[in-house]
């Protein structure tokens, strides 16, 4: 059964920065790409940043862009997300999600999230 | 940038009443449209994928149409478990944007 786990959620003040994790099991992480995707208290869903299976290749909303940075450790089954300059704006619950299925050399259902985390909730206040 | 719009935003209905949600694109996507079920404190499910694709396990009670602009999801004879918010997901090139999700109520 596939389970993603994240932490690294908190407190934390204007202009600061968190790093998030999650952890993989139940499939080969390292043939999955991911994805973070956040929701804002009583809002609705905004993907964030997504990351190819070797990390070689990210991308981001224009939202995150230059200030957060993804990245995975496939051998710890581990993904990653650096926020720095973090704003009120950020406040939100921070979802892990898996992407497309790239075992056989092209992915496919890139375009979907069929695996969720439980999410870990990320508060920007002074 | 690409926007979804989701119609209506909130929706009070009974139980075994046929439900309708819309998504409108801002321009046309291709069929890369999926919906997800979102109950309180939990995470988003899908319910449906390219378009009309049920997922597995998803009750037959679901079902997604539509292309080009315009997308629905219908839920042809609503149950108890089904009071939750919906969204509607689009994907192009590497960038993913949601609805801003349906609230489907108890009337």
């Known amino acids: 059964e596939v389970h993603l786990v994240e932490s690294g959620g908190g407190l934390v003040q204007p202009g600061g920065s968190r790093r998030l994790s999650c952890v993989a099991s139940?499939?080969?992480?390292?043939?999955?790409?991911m994805n973070w995707v956040r929701q804002a208290p009583g809002k609705g869903l905004e993907w964030v940043s997504n990351?190819?299976?070797?990390?070689?290749?990210?991308n981001y909303a224009d939202a995150v862009k230059g200030r957060f940075t993804i990245s995975r450790d496939n051998a710890k089954n581990s993904l990653y997300l650096q926020m720095t300059s973090l704003t009120v704006e950020d406040t939100a619950v921070y979802y892990c999600?898996?992407?497309?299925?790239?075992?056989?050399?092209?992915?496919?259902?890139?375009?979907?999230?069929?695996?969720w985390g439980q999410g870990t909730v990320v508060i920007v206040s002074s | 940038d690409m926007q979804l719009t989701q119609s209506p935003s909130t929706l009070s209905a009974s139980v075994g009443d046929r439900v309708t949600i819309t998504c409108r694109a801002s321009?046309?996507?291709?069929?890369?449209v999926a919906w997800y079920q979102q109950k309180p404190g939990k995470a988003p499910k899908v319910l449906i994928s390219?378009?009309?694709n049920l997922e597995s396990g998803v009750p037959s009670r679901f079902s997604g149409s539509g292309s080009g602009t315009e997308f629905t999801l219908t839920i042809s004879s609503l149950q108890a478990d089904d009071f939750a918010t919906y969204y509607c997901?689009?994907?192009?090139?590497?960038?993913?944007?949601f609805g801003q999700g349906t609230k489907v109520e108890i009337k």
């Open positions: 321009q046309s996507v291709n069929n890369w």
């Open positions: 990351i190819t299976t070797s990390g070689s290749v990210t």
């Open positions: 999600a898996r992407g497309g299925d790239c075992r056989n050399g092209e992915c496919r259902n890139t375009a979907y999230f069929h695996h």
């Open positions: 390219a378009a009309s």
């Open positions: 139940g499939f080969t992480f390292s043939s999955y790409e």
């Open positions: 997901q689009q994907y192009n090139s590497y960038s993913w944007t």
